[in-house]
């Protein structure tokens, strides 16, 4: 079975720091790319942060110096690091995975809530 898994969101104070994580199958071959995107309510789901197999890290502007993105290939997760957060990156965020044969495979998200 072909699974992507978030994990790791919750409520944090301004400043604070998270860590997702997201966890897939051995059964999802020929990966060439994974990435972070986020959602609110009614609005488009956008990218945050993206990684090729060979390293190559990609953020956007917004979280440039605050979000990285990594990966354990021999583990099967990715990770996305957030420092620094702001009440605006209160957001649902989810995990793609890209194989070349099978496609994209999401998770399912998690809630990320930044609030005093």
């Known amino acids: 079975q072909m699974q992507v898994v978030e994990s790791g969101g919750g409520l944090v104070q301004p400043g604070g720091s998270l860590r997702l994580s997201c966890e897939y199958s051995?059964?999802?071959?020929?990966?060439?790319?994974g990435g972070w995107y986020r959602q609110a309510p009614g609005k488009q789901r956008d990218l945050v942060a993206d990684i090729t197999t060979d390293g190559v890290t990609g953020h956007v502007d917004s979280v440039k110096g605050r979000f990285t993105i990594s990966r354990d290939n021999a583990a099967t997760t990715g990770y996305l690091q957030m420092n620094d957060l702001k009440p605006t990156d209160t957001v649902v965020y989810y995990c793609?995975?890209?194989?070349?044969?099978?496609?994209?495979?999401w998770g399912q998200g998690t809630q990320v809530a930044v609030s005093a």
């Open positions: 051995r059964s999802i071959f020929s990966i060439v790319r």
């Open positions: 793609e995975v890209i194989s070349s044969r099978l496609g994209d495979i």
